[in-house]
């Protein structure tokens, strides 16, 4: 069966940062749908990540990630305010486990300041062990503007908002193809029981997460303008078991060495605490914890809490990012493409971490570029 439509804006993805485009999209445009392949919104990464608010310290300074994300954080504050969303500004410690990391976490800190994430305050290895008494590390780093979310109820708050503003969510719908028709583009998708219904728009927001480049394939970008390659990479988390080291503070991290922000310790809302992600590249999405690496995860974190054992972990879920390098890469940005062959489509490529912090500034910013 075929079917047609006709809307303002098409966006691909009902993860975080797909909501917060449609939610931008519905304060100036009269019809909006949400196209989601999965049962509802942020069944991938959205769903599958540390639900942390991120201060925006970490990214060079004339970057998206930095400028997103510190945009993104007090957005991300504002909206579980005004729509109660459960969030706690917790604080986050960055722990040094040897000298010479000391010195990074004094360059981390003029880092922050210069970027404008915030004053951070530089504790010695003993005031640290009177705050957190298994911890052990030569100095750390507080930065009080880190903060952790609920992320399925912010997910339910942004589709809540989405639908109070007359746009549409459509789940269990895949998008199939996306060709030009004159000054339009036409999305044609495919629901579970094979219907398949042809939308008519003019605006298109690629938001599909781990699979925006075929999407942007299937849009028929040209090669040349696509010169992304995605290179998904696993992060795992074990849940800490009730006899674990205490502690006292919801985020503790490594200073990050390689492709994530290093295993850290993250309390969810409810108190429960977990260990992760890892970062593996992968070649086939598996979502699945291999228990054996529990001892890899007990070794990472004991650097900063001894006391720590594989048996107080437990495989929990895993993630994966999008990333745009391979193993051994350096930085790479988000990417908010907007093809001069395709007026009225934008592509969010490579919206790894910090995206859930930034999803909010994503948004506005993906509605003022795409006209
Ligand atoms: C391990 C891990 C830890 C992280 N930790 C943090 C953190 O603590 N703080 C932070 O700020 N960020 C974090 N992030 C990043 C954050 O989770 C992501 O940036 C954010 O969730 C991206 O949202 P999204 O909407 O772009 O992608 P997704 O949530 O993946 O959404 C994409 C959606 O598109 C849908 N889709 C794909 N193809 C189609 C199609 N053809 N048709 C219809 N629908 C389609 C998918 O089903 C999916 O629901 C982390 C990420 C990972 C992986």
Redesign the pocket.
Same mark, same amino acid.
């Given at each position: 069966m075929v079917g047609s439509d006709e809307v303002d804006a098409v966006v691909?993805? %009902?993860?975080?940062?797909? $909501?917060?485009c449609a939610l931008e999209l519905t304060r100036r445009l009269d019809s909006v749908v949400v /196209?989601?392949?999965?049962v509802g919104?942020?069944?991938?990464?959205?769903?599958?990540?540390?639900?942390?608010?991120?201060a925006g310290i970490y990214y060079p300074e004339d970057s998206l990630k930095t400028r997103l994300?510190i945009e993104?954080k007090q957005l991300l504050y504002r909206w579980c305010e005004t729509h109660d969303v459960p969030h706690a500004r917790t604080g986050k410690l960055i722990v040094a486990t040897s000298a010479e990391d000391e010195e990074r976490l004094r360059r981390l800190a003029r880092h922050a300041k210069e970027v404008g994430a915030g004053e951070l305050e530089l504790l010695t290895g003993a005031e640290v062990a009177e705050r957190e008494p298994e911890l052990r590390c030569h100095a750390a780093l507080y930065s009080p503007t880190s903060g952790v979310v609920d992320?399925h109820e912010l997910l339910a708050s942004f589709l809540r908002e989405v639908r109070e503003a007359d746009g549409a969510a459509v789940f269990h719908?895949?998008?199939?193809e996306i060709r030009p028709s004159r000054r339009d583009w036409i999305v044609r998708?495919a629901d579970t029981m094979g219907r398949t219904t042809e939308i008519r728009t003019r605006r298109v927001v690629n %938001? %599909?997460? $781990?699979?925006?480049l075929?999407?942007a394939e299937?849009s028929g970008l040209r090669r040349n303008e696509r010169p992304w390659r995605l290179y998904p990479?696993?992060?795992?988390?074990f849940a800490l078991q009730a006899g674990a080291p205490p502690t006292k503070h919801s985020l503790i991290y490594p200073l990050p060495h390689g492709a994530?922000?290093g295993v850290h310790i993250?309390a969810d809302l409810s108190g429960a605490r977990r260990a992760?992600?890892d970062a593996k590249y992968i070649d086939e999405i598996d979502y699945t914890v291999d228990e054996s690496h529990a001892e890899r995860f007990a070794e990472a974190v004991a650097r900063y809490l001894p006391a720590i054992r594989p048996e107080h972990l437990t495989p929990d879920y895993?993630? /994966?990012?999008?990333k745009l390098v391979g193993p051994g890469g350096g930085f790479a940005d988000f990417v908010i493409a907007t093809p001069e062959s395709q007026p009225g489509v934008v592509h969010?490529i490579g919206?790894?971490?910090?995206? $859930?912090?930034?999803?909010l500034a994503?948004g506005a910013n993906v509605s003022k570029v795409i006209g």
């Open positions: 691909i993805g %009902a993860g975080v940062v797909g $909501l917060a /196209i989601e392949r999965e919104p942020g069944r991938e990464m959205s769903s599958r990540n540390s639900g942390v608010i991120h994300c993104g992320v719908t895949a998008v199939e998708t %938001a %599909a997460g $781990l699979s925006a075929d999407i299937k990479c696993k992060g795992s988390y994530g922000l993250t992760g992600p895993a993630g /994966i990012r999008p969010l919206i790894e971490s910090p995206g $859930l912090t930034a999803s994503i």
